[in-house]
């Protein structure tokens, strides 16, 4: 069975700093997908990024890095220099190879106060 | 049109009651998807559609739920016998041959209340 595991609930930091957000999978597969997701008020979930299991480059997008390691089963998404506009609550999920659903985790809820 | 249309934005039931959730996906995306999403969770699969014909329905909790996509665009998740529990945020997506490079892309949902 597929798992994944956002154990920070909320967070809340200030402008201009820098913060990560946890995630953790279980899956019994050898090829699988990652996701990070972004959920604006507005309740849309907005695409970030994709990773395949087989890729574990850290990935870099302006102010967004995530770093995936394997060996612990992790998918770590860190937000530099963050903005007021970066509040949301994100979520991470993975797919397996060749499905087409998501498991999603319980999301994490981050506020950054001006 | 520019993205996933989902409407009602907003249903107020009452329990026992029928209701219908529609789903205008993105012009020309073959794929479909229904989640359905708890205050404070994150979205729970329920089914998902390949042209008019629903390709995997596992995540659908009962018969109660039900849903269809006819002429291969829109789609109705239609709920019989409404309970309290069924109470959600339900999310539609589409995606124009599956879950590709960026995922799907999701509406705004539906906020299904049964009282």
């Known amino acids: 069975a597929q798992k994944v595991t956002q154990a920070q609930t909320e967070i809340s930091v200030v402008e201009k700093e820098d913060v990560t957000l946890d995630c953790v999978y279980e899956t019994r597969d050898t090829t699988y997908y990652l996701f990070w997701y972004k959920q604006p008020p507005s309740g849309e979930l907005v695409f970030l990024i994709r990773?395949?299991?087989?890729?574990?480059q850290n990935e870099i997008s302006g102010r967004y890095s995530w770093n995936f390691q394997k060996s612990t089963s992790s998918f770590n998404f860190t937000i530099t220099a963050s903005q007021v506009v970066d509040s949301a609550v994100y979520f991470c999920?993975?797919?397996?190879?060749?499905?087409?659903?998501?498991?999603f985790g319980q999301g994490t809820r981050l506020t950054i106060n001006p | 049109g520019a993205g996933v249309s989902q409407t009602p934005s907003n249903k107020v039931t009452e329990k026992g009651k029928y209701v219908e959730l529609r789903c205008d996906p993105i012009?020309?995306?073959?794929?479909l998807y229904w989640y359905r999403q708890s205050l404070g969770q994150g979205p729970e699969f329920l089914i998902y559609?390949?042209?008019?014909?629903?390709?995997?329905d596992s995540g659908l909790p009962n018969d109660r739920f039900f849903a269809v996509r006819p002429e291969g665009s829109v789609s109705t998740l239609k709920i019989q016998r409404t309970e309290r529990g069924d109470s959600a945020v339900y999310l539609c997506?589409?995606?124009?041959?599956?879950?590709?490079?960026?995922?799907?892309?999701f509406g705004s949902g539906t906020r299904l209340t049964v009282v």
């Open positions: 990773r395949n299991s087989f890729d574990e």
């Open positions: 012009s020309g995306h073959t794929a």
């Open positions: 559609f390949q042209g008019t014909g629903a390709a995997d």
């Open positions: 997506a589409s995606s124009l041959v599956g879950l590709t490079g960026e995922g799907y892309t």
């Open positions: 999920a993975l797919s397996q190879e060749g499905a087409q659903k998501l498991v």
